[in-house]
């Protein structure tokens, strides 16, 4: 064969590189009730600013979570990605990947993990380096709502948290290293029941499923079916 | 937004040895690398008429073929050595204390790494992006063995050590790569068209790393035509499923937990290599570097910026004839 290259200068023409976008978001995923459990749906924000030798790298985000009467929570990202969170029965962490057409579903049983680790609000961070000494650091009013401000540092990472205990809701969150500046926060907070025609709480039909369980003795092993059905105990 | 219209503003060029091309391309072209292998061997001598193109799931005539080994731009993405045991305590599946050893960069992915660019020819060339909390350049592009070789030693350095990742580390080191790229290309025009662009994940943090949206990074992955594969030495685990490599062969790979590396991977047409897995080593390239080049013109109802689907598969009449073939290309563009 011949040999050629063949170079299609519009192609080779630089996409916008002002933005890089990559972010999962960060929520309240305690299995504990909330003292405060009105229904609400909110807009969630997640901003990272990087240094880079390239300038300030920016990118935003943006989500949506709402919370039934029934206990039920759900988050969106912008990509097909839902949380979905039951509190009824034995707790269900649902993960919904439209795009791949996957559910991911854990039974979670309170307490999964020792208490110390599951009361701080720093168990929502991704990254808790087990050293993590958060002190009080006064009170917010957020949103008409008031929070608790906690701060720490450790290994070189800076933290600080706004959580509203009433609703057990993390509405601020932020992280600094050397070059990074992570925040999300929970915003334009309405309470009202989400509409069911329009944010729906189940698990959707046709999907793969994979469903795993929690017990002492095995943390986490696979359900021994792997379809789902509303309101049948998974791991039985 | 409707695309505009600028043909004349980018004219096709051809740089050839024999000069006739054999195919023509618009500035609406698309260009898709595709690796095509039967019994872990490169498929030669295929056509045009041997591949079919979906588009957004619709048919689309494939405008132009060529197939050429070309060199490569390697930007190479590696977790820095942990400067300190550190714990994953808010992960429900992952609780206690992990050493260097385990999550630091160990002595295995080292020698994958060094493996996977063991098959550098002369014109490739390789930078290298290590992360902890922060990306950082450890090597410009450069052509350069002993610095490449030097560069990749000095990933397991303590010297280069840093403390765990941050959710914002992984996607942030790759957006490094991709950038290298870019200057690189700024500097020679041809870069994007005369070679290919592949960044390579040296990853330790399987199962256990942050968990990210990582739709806009093969997006942008897509929007400059680069593969991304990842090394990583994790063995099979619970949720996981076995798939075809670009190379020939099966891997495993992670179906339930997204593990963005292998979802990025997937979607951008690269390879998950188990560095467990040392008769898959060094291999890597070899699928990247004899990659066919297909092209076709992006519909002309597309509105610029638009994520479109791909999938390019043989014709059922090569499909006779290569039955076990396994085809790998990018499964999207971002419209012009």
């Not at chain 2, 942990?82 to 050493?99: F, H, W």
Request: charged share 25%; hydrophobic share 40%; net charge negative.
């Amino acid at each position: 064969m011949a040999r050629f290259i063949v170079s299609l200068w519009l192609l080779a023409g630089s996409a916008s590189l002002a933005h890089a976008q990559f972010f999962d978001f960060l929520a309240d995923w305690s299995d504990a009730a909330p003292s405060d459990a009105r229904p609400l749906a909110a807009d969630i924000t997640a901003t990272l600013k990087a240094h880079s030798p390239w300038g300030e790298i920016t990118s935003v985000e943006s989500g949506k979570y709402w919370r039934n009467s029934k206990g039920q929570d759900r988050f969106d990202d912008a990509y097909g990605l839902s949380e979905i969170r039951d509190r009824r029965g034995p707790v269900l962490h649902v993960r919904i990947d439209r795009q791949l057409r996957l559910i991911d579903i854990e039974e979670r049983i309170p307490p999964r993990v020792p208490t110390s680790l599951r009361i701080e609000p720093w168990s929502i961070l991704p990254f808790n380096f087990g050293k993590v000494d958060p002190k009080k650091a006064g009170e917010k009013t957020v949103e008409g709502l008031r929070a608790t401000v906690r701060t720490g540092e450790d290994h070189g990472v800076s933290y600080e948290v706004w959580t509203s205990d009433q609703l057990g809701l993390v509405l601020f969150a932020q992280y600094k290293t050397d070059h990074t500046v992570f925040e999300q926060r929970v915003h334009n907070i309405r309470f009202s029941e989400p509409n069911p025609e329009q944010v729906d709480f189940g698990v959707p039909s046709g999907y793969r499923t994979h469903i795993t369980c929690w017990s002492p003795t095995d943390p986490e092993h696979e359900a021994p079916g792997q379809t789902y059905e509303p309101g049948r105990d998974l791991c039985k | 937004m409707k695309r505009t219209p600028a043909l004349f503003l980018f004219p096709l060029v051809v740089i050839a040895q024999e000069a006739t091309p054999l195919f023509t391309a618009s500035t609406n072209s698309v260009l898709v690398d595709v690796a095509v292998a039967t019994d872990q061997r490169p498929a030669p001598e295929l056509q045009r008429e041997d591949f079919i193109l979906l588009d957004n799931g619709e048919p689309r005539p494939i405008a132009g073929i060529a197939h050429d080994e070309l060199p490569l731009d390697i930007g190479l993405v590696c977790q820095s050595p942990l400067r300190s045991s550190t714990v994953y305590a808010n992960r429900d599946d992952v609780i206690g204390a992990y050493s260097p050893d385990v999550w630091g960069i160990s002595q295995r992915l080292m020698d994958a790494a060094g493996d996977a660019v063991f098959g550098l020819r002369a014109g490739d060339r390789v930078a290298i992006v290590s992360y902890g909390r922060d990306p950082h350049i450890a090597l410009r592009f450069t052509d350069n063995r002993k610095a490449i070789a030097a560069g990749i030693k000095a990933l397991g350095n303590p010297e280069n050590s840093d403390e765990n990742i941050v959710l914002s580390s992984e996607a942030l080191a790759v957006e490094y790569a991709v950038r290298m790229l870019a200057d690189v290309e700024r500097d020679d025009a041809a870069a994007r068209t005369g070679r290919r662009r592949l960044i390579i994940m040296i990853s330790n943090v399987f199962g256990a790393g942050t968990r990210y949206a990582d739709e806009p990074v093969i997006r942008r992955l897509w929007d400059q035509n680069i593969v991304f594969s990842v090394i990583d030495d994790a063995p099979p685990s619970r949720g996981t499923t076995t798939v075809q490599r670009a190379g020939g062969g099966d891997s495993q790979t992670v179906l339930f937990q997204r593990y963005n590396p292998i979802h990025i991977a997937q979607a951008t047409g690269g390879d998950r290599i188990v560095a467990l897995e040392t008769q898959h080593l060094g291999d890597i390239l070899t699928p990247i570097r004899q990659r066919y080049t297909l092209w076709f013109n992006q519909p002309s109802d597309v509105a610029s910026g638009e994520s479109r689907s791909i999938k390019v598969d043989l014709s059922d009449a090569a499909r006779r004839r290569l039955p076990r073939a396994v085809v790998r290309a990018r499964k999207g563009y971002v419209a012009r």
